[in-house]
């Protein structure tokens, strides 16, 4: 099982990246896909997670308007689009792929996003 988080770097406020993560090892689009994230100081928290289908989504209120996520099932891939990022955005960033109902699930190993002038 691999999920293989890339996009990250430094960017100034206002800007934008687009993360993605890839998957393999397991039946992609058996899982719920979330995006998580924990900055200096932070415990983890979630940001954003898309249903199995991709029909539903859903995001944590810090990130509402400004970050959307999707999946490619074929491609087997899950993407964050961030932008107007803030300082407070700066974190490492990790993919999580989620069985439904259950906490348990596989890790990505994370990307970093700082966000600075």
């Known amino acids: 099982v691999q999920l293989v988080e890339s996009g990250g770097g430094l960017v100034q406020p206002g800007g934008s990246l687009r993360l993605s993560c890839a998957a393999s090892?397991?039946?992609?689009?058996?899982?719920?896909m979330k995006w998580y994230r924990q900055g200096p100081g932070k415990e983890r928290e979630w940001v954003a997670g898309v249903t199995r289908d991709g029909g539903v989504k859903d995001y944590s209120e810090s990130v509402k308007g400004r970050f959307s996520i999707s999946r490619d099932n074929r491609r087997r891939t899950v993407t964050l689009q961030m932008n107007n990022l803030q300082l407070e955005d700066t974190a490492i960033y990790y993919c999580k792929a989620e069985a439904v109902g259950s906490n348990n699930g596989y890790w990505g190993q994370g990307t970093q996003v700082t966000v600075s002038s």
């Open positions: 090892g397991f039946t992609f689009h058996y899982y719920v």
